[in-house]
């Protein structure tokens, strides 16, 4: 099977200006993960679709950052403006499971993720 | 809340020996899952093996297998024969609750020739 593709694979920008990441999962996946992986963490959690509606965005800073997955296929994610502190990796992950979070008999199946520079 | 701690952020082991990679965790839910992701420099994370924290037995996957101590809340992963394919940042990760999946820091591992 294909797996979850991520463009661009690597983006540099000036603070304050925006950008968008795209993400198409798994096909059939219905739950959709956007992570923040800063140099030296691991990922962090940002927004969890189930098909096309909002599971979790308790840890997405909605001051500067939007995502939406409108027909509950592929997603994008925005941060606008950027700042320096964005610098990070933005992992997509995708899973069958339906429920709200228990993945364990449903992995999760990631992509190769976009290198953000904020410089 | 749930935290995952890696203690050591660089390992190193010769070709065909054997590492450990630890972890230990806090969670205050009786029933939670852990996992072991791999990450190469490709950057896609890729599970390695899971554990039911109700299970007693370790998880084994080839020449990855798990020392699951509940206890002590302590996860570790053990790599026999490595391979210069298994370098890469190992991640540990706890699933419980109604919570998101929670990394370590990670490990990164060299595997020397």
């Known amino acids: 099977e294909a797996g979850v593709a991520q463009s661009p694979r690597y983006k540099i920008i000036e603070k304050r200006q925006s950008v968008a990441f795209w993400c198409n999962p798994i096909s059939g996946h219905a739950t959709l993960y956007w992570y923040q992986q800063i140099l030296g963490q691991g990922p962090k959690l940002l927004i969890q679709?189930?098909?096309?509606?909002?599971?979790?965005d308790s840890q997405l800073p909605k001051d500067r950052f939007s995502a939406e997955r409108l027909k509950g296929v592929d997603s994008t994610l925005k941060i606008q403006p950027a700042k320096l502190e964005d610098s990070a990796v933005y992992l997509c992950a995708s899973s069958l499971e339906k429920g709200t979070g228990y993945t364990y008999n449903s992995p999760l199946h990631f992509g190769n993720g976009t290198r953000l520079t904020v410089t | 809340a749930q935290t995952v701690t890696q203690s050591q952020p660089e390992m190193s082991v010769q070709e065909a020996e054997t590492v450990t990679l630890s972890c230990t965790y806090d969670?205050?839910?009786?029933?939670?899952?852990l996992f072991w992701y791999k990450q190469p420099p490709s950057r896609q994370m890729i599970l390695v093996i899971r554990q039911e924290a109700y299970k007693q037995q370790n998880a084994t996957e080839n020449r990855f297998s798990v020392n699951f101590q509940k206890a002590a809340k302590s996860f570790s992963l053990k790599i026999s024969d490595s391979q210069l394919g298994d370098a890469a940042m190992y991640f540990c990760?706890?699933?419980?609750?109604?919570?998101?999946?929670?990394f370590g820091k990670g490990t990164r591992l060299s595997v020397i020739a």
């Open positions: 990760a706890l699933l419980s609750g109604n919570t998101p999946l929670v």
């Open positions: 969670t205050s839910e009786s029933d939670y899952y």
């Open positions: 679709f189930q098909n096309n509606g909002v599971v979790d």
